[in-house]
């Protein structure tokens, strides 16, 4: 892609992807997870070809399986993109972009800190082993002010040492990337090879590491910090302020630049010079031969000499910093805005904005967790750990490098100190040895040139020998600094665990009098041979037999004279209409017509181009009320498909149970069967011929589930519906994580119907199975489930209990998932069951 140079090209053999918000990203990371699991191999990508898992094949596996794994790596890889486009359409610092950044990645960094914000403000952590309290995740985050003022404190302290103790001298380097890496040149013509901006910055970082090395080897040891920052075509550069301690060091450093980045190297000697020292070579700078320019002629390394006096490293390194942490920035709006564009730039990139040079071992994770050291918890007891920990809390950067053996711009000592973090094994998410922090480590190093053999031999059969430095390590401290395991969760997620430690494992029956109605065939005999020219309202309760009713009653209509073309049927899905029509004709009727209100909708306007949401109003407009209606699941109907069944009933035979109206967040009206039932009732004004007359059936007999099942679903939504089939009680499983319940879930799922709440769980819990080798009948989420059965169902409720649906919503939720189950019903949780299911459950426990 990094080469097409052609904008058209490019976005083509992206499939439109350049225009994905956040959430098509999503939902691309479900597919693409599922796809894995149901292949049981890594599936790429069409598109992003380069994404590939890694670790061990099961890892590897497991990771496709998880859409945590394509969310992060289709995101960088989308964020990438949008830059390679940017940079073809010359739209990174031109009108049709931002400064730094193309403007897709600078709209998508503006979502995503939106997002992160409102995550964070509606998450906690909390304790997993006591789950007895739950903290404010925006209370603990290390937010920018807070990153930006622990690296300006270590800044400081460098620069006190670095002057202070050993009065260096300082200068600062800006390094930049030649016309090839360039696609948008301010100056001069394209010579773009269309390499990519994390390209540029590999290479560019190739060369700073290169330099290193040649330092080293020489006996100078970089100390300072650099800074990467793009310029206005995204290309990225990098400032490095740089400690040294005499001339010659600064010739070295000076020689180093010149042979990793050939081109002209401008010197200027301070920050209020006029003028400048150009060496356009590498032998200019070995002979020192440089020519006096303007401060504005071109350098491919521009070195700025730093003046006398402490503070000006500081302020200078703060400047290229600042735009690197995400704190808002105290000046004008457009500074902050190229700030912030800067960070949508490093987001993008996926590029670290800065690092530190010549610090003692460990110096800045160390400082974090001595930070948390709790004398009344854990505390050290060697006096230089007891020391490096309340000069880390008192915020004394300077003096906390100096008890950790300072700086040296020489070579390492023989034997010098330093911090480690202190891990303890675990395993990761895909089943990987992983290391998880448990404290800080105070350790002393030393260094020593040895010989070592090369595993080759000499031309006189002797081992080669070669010289290198051997590290050893000696422990001379350790203190805990984590005391607690955490986890983030939401709001609700935390109200579910909270002061759960004890997994709740039960089985629910319920008594044997369950209170009985009119038998089924009863009462579909009614509904199936309710008068011709009047209308009919049938309650169909779970399982009562609404598929054989409206068929039965269409073959009814037929046989007694009515045209068939005059016989509607609408449904809720295409599945649901294919299998009515299959129906109808295995019982030799003939020309009814059996779809959705869109089908059918699309077919009365005579096909065409009619946007989804215009065709039910638009057919509805040609209404003449001729026909005999039958509607299928008629608690789910919206507004306008009550006015489209209205306009086109002759007589209305409405099918429907309000118990599982489930779809009100697609603009469904609970009520909207309860207004069809007023119409049909004879509500005036309403075409008097189609509701003069009514006849109401109630089905309430669930011939497909035990009566423990119709019981408990009766006890979540306040039903009466009833069975006359003895079953085996409702075992209920609830567990302290989420990993024992997928356990569990993996336990009871094999042939069964798998029921969760959202479609991220459902690929989080096939990928479970999947690892199990267990294979369910299925997993799907509660909203698909509606028409389906099963001998076994699971309903998996996971640890979110409060959603964003009402609570008459959630109740019917969970009344559609206990009733898709013929036989046996697990329902498992993390931490305490949903509050509507678990009061269902206590009251049948006291019947």
Known sequence: MGTAHN????????AGRLVWTQDDLYQWSLRMAERCIDAQAFVPDEVFTDIEPSGAPEAALARACDPKFWRRKGGLALKRAKSVYAQHAKAVGGSTGSKYVGRPNADWFRESRKRQAEWAKACVIMDKGSRAESVPLSSVMNTPEKLWAKTYTFIKGLQEVATNDHGLKWFMATVTLPGAFHANPAKGRNTWSGASVKASFDA???????????????????????????????????????????????????????????????????????????????????????????????????????????????????????????????????????????????????IRGWRFYGLPEGSLSGWDELRRVDDEVAKPTHPKLVELAELAKAGRAGDFIRRLGGIS?????????????????????????????????????????RKVPTGRMTKHGRPQMRTRVV???????????????????SGAEAKGLEGFTVPENRAVGVAHNCPRGASSEDAQGRAIRAPLDESTVVLSSAGSGKTHVLTERAKFLVENGVPAKDVLITTYTREAAQELGQRLRAKGVQGVRVGTMHSIGLDMLGGGTWHFDQMIAKSAELGAQGFHLLVDEAQDLNADQIGWAKAHAKTLFVVGD??????EFRGSVPEGMGELLRHVQGLKG???????????????????????????????VGGEAWSGRDGAPVEVRSATSRADELATIAANAEGALVLVRTNRERIEVKAALARAGVQPQDVMTVHASKGKE???????????????????????????????????LVVTSTGRLPSALADALATLSQA
Not at 252 to 280: C, D, M
Not at 687 to 713: H, K, Q, Y
Request: glycine share 8%.
């Open 7 to 14: 904008p058209a090209a490019f976005e083509a053999a992206l």
């Open 790 to 824: 099963a001998e076994r169902v699971v309903l998996a409720c996971g640890s979110l209990k409060d959603k964003t649906a009402s609570e008459a919503e959630e109740r019917r939720l969970l009344y559609v998932a206990v009733t898709r189950a013929r036989d046996n």
């Open 204 to 350: 560019l970082m190739e060369g700073i590491n290169r330099m290193g090395a040649g330092l080293a080897k020489a006996g100078i040891r970089k100390v300072g910090i650099g800074s990467e920052e793009p310029q206005q075509d995204e290309t990225p550069h990098l400032h490095e302020g740089i400690f040294y301690a005499a001339d010659a060091d600064f010739w070295a450093y000076l020689e180093g630049y010149a042979r990793q980045f050939p081109g002209p190297l401008k010197v200027i000697r301070g920050s209020k010079a006029k003028s400048a020292v150009v060496y356009g070579t590498l032998d200019d700078v070995l002979a020192r031969r440089g020519v006096h320019s303007s401060v504005n002629a071109p350098g491919r390394v521009t070195i700025t000499v730093g003046e006398a006096g402490a503070a000006a490293f500081a302020s200078y390194m703060a400047k290229y910093i600042s735009k690197n942490s995400g704190k808002k920035l105290g000046v004008d709006d457009a500074e902050h805005a190229s700030a912030t564009a800067v960070l949508a730039h490093r987001n993008a990139q996926g």
């Open 409 to 449: 711009v020489a070579a390492k000592p023989a034997r010098y100190l330093g911090l480690r973090l202190w891990t303890e094994e675990r395993m990761n998410r895909y089943g990987e040895p992983a290391k998880r922090p448990k404290g800080v480590q105070l350790m002393e190093f030393s260094r020593e040139k």
């Open 471 to 489: 590290v050893e390590t000696h422990l001379l401290d350790s203190v805990i600094t984590r005391f607690r395991e955490w986890e983030i969760l």
């Open 658 to 663: 309000p118990n599982q109206a489930i779809y």
């Open 686 to 716: 309403i075409t008097p011929d189609l509701f003069d007359s009514v006849t109401e059936v109630a089905m309430l007999e669930n011939r497909r589930s035990t009566s423990t099942i119709v019981a408990l679903g009766n006890a979540v």
